[in-house]
């Protein structure tokens, strides 16, 4: 027989949603978050017993409910936040759709204590509601759930490990908390305070750590780590549009065009940033947990985000005179024979171009005096510049004395042409690699070494870096001055194609810290 039609009870309804809604204690702890931040709290203190299983309670000193609101906000669609569809496009809250406490009191023990004023207390047993009556409280608001997915047991299922939750809960509050450093957060686990956030204009800091660089634009604000720091995953990557936290790879990808060269290519820089669009170019309702949104115009918003990430890596401070220089001489790093590098143009120059002077070079670092005294890694400097050469300067290769003979590889075949687009000019001739010419950077004597970093990854960035650190070579501090002087030609002359920073201004701080922690 064909089974009827029928009308699921409201309860039934509210628990199938609740699985789009709150899918784990995570999700929950983030929709009550966002109510308490929605009625304006200045303080919220989470605690979770469990993972967050066994007790979510979460308590502010927001604007609390009247003892009707505190009936009605537990309806599914009963929402203080809009009153039309025409609302999304103004919204200014966190929450919209009326959605989250039915669904959460629909699967879970659900205590609300809530005062505007007059306080009230309603107990909800499975969406089923037990009790309402006075209580005692302050103005604000009080939400406990126990026993979540107690008659759920597919859902219960399948959650985490208490760990897990608790590091997930963890993450949300922290991720949650840099977006309003005007209010005090807490999270206790099983008793124990783990997180206390006072309100403070450093909080990035506090939660975070330290970021090297800071993202400026309209609407934009945040940082972005140095390269060497990226990592395999986006889970650095935090991005707030209108201080709601969203996940967004069109932004991500902005940034990581933003960092260009100076990050390898399945890498994600840790990021942290604030956009402000305005709410007509956002769609938040576009995801069941308010986790993506679409961006009206996403061309023009990936161009604002990469070029503030580029912007943020352009020292400002350091070169206050124009960098008008002639093209230094072609230099190469050839240890023997006739060297084509020119001594480097007179000291008093210097003074009068670039105000800057090579001190000494101590190893692989040349130390140079400015308006600060600059630190520059060599290796680095080399890599980056090598990097540029082979990328884009084809063709300046310099033909040799007498070609390099190396003994045929396996796979070399394939090699020749990759080499040549390079500016590496080589054929095959019974069984040898011979090398014809070489770019200036690429030293004929170390030449198999760059080789062999390349064959390993074929990947040019690499190479570049692995090659200058494993040359280990002397700079003469002519050399060196030379390398600093055409590194500041290359667009991205902070790091080299590996993340590593290739200079950095000494501060006198940073001398007196030496001092004091001897
Ligand atoms: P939404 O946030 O989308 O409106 P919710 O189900 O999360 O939907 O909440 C329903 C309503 O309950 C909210 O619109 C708000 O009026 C009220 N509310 C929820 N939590 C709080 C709170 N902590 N303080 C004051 N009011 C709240
Ligand atoms: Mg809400």
Known sequence: MKPKIIRLPEVVINQIAAGEVVENPASIVKELIENSLD?????????????????????????????????????RHATSKIRSVDDLQSLATLGFR????????????????????????????????????????????????????????????????????????????????????????????????????????????????????EVKGEGILGYVAAPHKAMSTRTGQILFVNKRPLFSPLISKAVKTGFGTRIAEHAYPPFILFLEVCPESIDVNVHPQKKEARFKDEKILFQKVQEAVERAFSPSFIFTEPLSFDPPPAFSFLEEGPSVSQPVVEEKEFDLVFAERPLFVLKNYLFVQKEHLI?????????????????????????????????????????????????????????????????????????????DSWKIKRRLDWAAGDYCRRLRKEYSIEEA???????????????????????????????ESILVSK
Not at 148 to 174: D, G
Not at 489 to 505: K, N, S, V
């Open 39 to 75: 009625a304006e709290a200045q303080a919220i203190c989470v605690e979770i017993v469990g993972g967050g299983q066994q007790l979510i309670r979460i308590e502010d000193d927001g604007c609390g409910m009247s003892p009707e609101d505190a009936l009605l906000c537990l309806e």
């Open 375 to 451: 630190l520059v890694d060599l290796a680095a400097a080399h890599a980056r510049l090598l990097f540029e050469s082979l990328n884009k300067e084809k063709g300046l290769s310099q033909a040799l004395m007498w070609p390099l003979e190396i003994p045929w590889e396996k796979g070399d075949e394939e090699r020749v042409a990759s080499l040549n687009e390079m500016g590496i000019e080589c054929r095959l001739l019974n069984r040898t690699l011979l090398i014809d010419a070489l770019p200036a950077l690429l030293d004929p004597i170390h030449f198999s070494h760059f080789l």
């Open 98 to 213: 009326g959605e989250a406490l039915a669904a959460i009191c629909s699967v879970s023990h659900f205590e609300l204590k809530t005062s505007d004023g007059t306080a009230t207390r309603v107990l909800v047993e499975g969406g089923v509601i037990k009790t309402v009556e006075p209580c005692a409280r302050n103005r604000g608001t009080t939400i406990e759930v126990r026993s979540l997915f107690y008659n759920v047991p597919a859902r219960r299922k399948f959650q985490k490990s208490p760990s897990a939750n608790t590091a997930q809960v963890t993450r949300i509050v922290e991720t949650v908390a840099l977006a309003h450093p005007e209010v005090a957060f807490s999270l206790i686990v099983n008793g124990k305070k783990t997180v206390d956030l006072k309100p403070s204009a450093s909080r990035i800091e506090e939660v975070l750590g330290k970021f090297e660089h």
């Open 481 to 511: 001055f030379q390398l600093w002087r055409r590194v500041q030609t290359c667009r991205d002359f902070l790091y080299d194609p590996l993340g590593h920073r290739i200079w950095a201004p000494i501060q006198l701080e940073d001398l």
